[in-house]
């Protein structure tokens, strides 16, 4: 029969064993030592010189004196001395100077609240977690703040396509998100009611660029000296505006997807282009019935093109173009026939509406358009060559302001003299009628 109890090792009183008392006196002190297990500190190496009976130590590291050689291990003050206890593994001792709980795991104390929540399948923190949300916290407020040094919060997904975010909700529904939604690309959604979202702004991993989503009549409300546009998959969309100063525009017409605007100095769009060749920049048009996946050939009369004119009157812009170069279609379009005539129209004083005033086309050059009020085609401002009336015209000068005579070949008409008002050419020296007489 063994002398002792296997885990404690307290004494058994034995059948014919003298004194018994002193035995049953040992065990009691052993389980005065290590029930309810609270020790003073964990910390010191060597024994207090005047310790209470019955103060509880674990030995700390590198013991001296009678202490040597137990660190680890519970040292409890006697009479006379001090009693050495070897811990078992899943002993808990309160720890006074530090008011923690430590374990014994078989080798080192070590924290026990810390060793009981690593690894832990569920934490609830005034609130129940489940599958679904492992870690729940029903709080106020919560703190993760730094260890002496830097603090990181970080979000782990397994795959690209997979979803790190941070997601914001009223009352358990969707409102705002942000992070790696379903790709590596930073972005921020918004939405209204939880189902349908918006994404607001999107960061590509790649380039760093940032893409914003604005309103047409707005200011984008992000500083950037980038464009900024709202993005669907890989392709940007949506109405584009950019501002050169810092005002609220006034709101473009229907249909407008492009707005520069400036307040202060004329507005400029420059287009630069270097390269070793010929080419240089491009303002492109293109025009094309049907949709984009299935575009079909445009029909006469189709524009084009078109650069308007607007300007602000008394009260508002104009709602039509009050001036511009317009081209259309003068025929059904093929691949072999795509005849195209070009327009140049100007709003004439008194009139808030725009009149051809020149059209080119493939077989002439028109000056009016034919339905309004001719207009002469002059040069330099003043001289006519045809008249509203479609009659070509000379310029007059008097027999004393006749004009050089060279080179020859030249036409006028004289308004005086003493061969009557009549046309006159040059002969490169001097002005002759048609019967050949010197113009005098």
Request: net charge negative; glycine share 12%.
């Amino acid at each position: 029969m063994a002398d002792q109890t296997p885990t404690l090792k307290m004494p058994y009183i034995m059948p014919s064993q003298a004194q018994k008392h002193v035995t049953h006196n040992q065990s009691l002190e052993i389980l005065d030592a290590v029930v309810q297990l609270s020790v003073l500190s964990n910390a010191i190496s060597a024994p207090p010189s005047d310790p209470d009976e019955g103060d509880r130590y674990i030995v700390g590291a590198a013991p001296s004196g009678a202490w040597s050689g137990h660190s680890g291990k519970i040292a409890v003050a006697r009479p006379g001395g001090w009693a050495i206890v070897a811990p078992r593994p899943g002993w808990i001792a309160w720890v006074a100077d530090e008011e923690a709980l430590v374990l014994f795991d078989g080798t080192d104390w070590v924290d026990a609240v810390a060793a009981g929540l690593n690894p832990v399948a569920l934490v609830g923190v005034n609130a129940t977690a489940d599958a679904g949300n492992r870690l729940a916290v029903a709080s106020a407020a919560s703190l993760f703040s730094h260890e002496g040094g830097d603090h990181r919060l970080k979000i782990n997904k397994a795959d690209a396509g997979d979803t790190a975010s941070v997601l914001f909700q009223t009352g358990f529904s969707g409102r705002a998100e942000f992070g790696l939604a379903g790709e590596d690309d930073f972005s921020v959604k918004v939405s209204p009611d939880g189902s349908a979202w918006t994404q607001a702004l999107a960061v590509d991993a790649a380039s760093g660029l940032a893409v914003v989503a604005g309103d047409p009549v707005e200011e984008l409300g992000i500083a950037t000296r980038r464009y900024a546009m709202s993005r669907q998959g890989d392709t940007m969309t949506g109405a584009f505006q950019l501002h050169g100063a810092a005002h609220a525009p006034q709101a473009g017409p229907a249909g407008t997807i492009m707005h520069v605007s400036n307040q202060g100095d004329a507005t400029r769009v420059l287009f630069d282009n270097y390269n070793s060749g010929a080419g240089g920049p491009n303002f492109t048009f293109r025009k094309a019935r049907g949709t984009a996946a299935a575009p079909s050939a445009l029909q006469s009369g189709d524009q084009v093109f078109n650069i308007a004119a607007f300007g602000y009157g008394a009260t508002q812009y104009n709602a039509v173009s009050l001036g511009g170069i317009v081209a259309r279609a003068t025929e059904a379009w093929t691949d072999t026939a795509r005849g195209l005539d070009m327009a140049f129209s100007v709003c004439v004083n008194g009139t808030a509406s725009a009149v051809p005033h020149l059209r080119l086309t493939g077989l002439n050059v028109r000056v009016g358009d034919g339905t309004g009020s001719p207009i002469a085609l002059q040069m330099n401002g003043a001289n006519t060559i045809v008249s509203a009336e479609r009659h070509l015209m000379l310029r007059s000068y008097t027999v004393a302001g006749l004009p050089a005579a060279s080179p020859e070949g030249q036409l006028i008409h004289v308004s005086d003299g003493s061969s009557n008002r009549r046309m006159a050419v040059s002969d490169g020296t001097n002005w002759r009628f048609p019967d050949g007489a010197v113009v005098s």
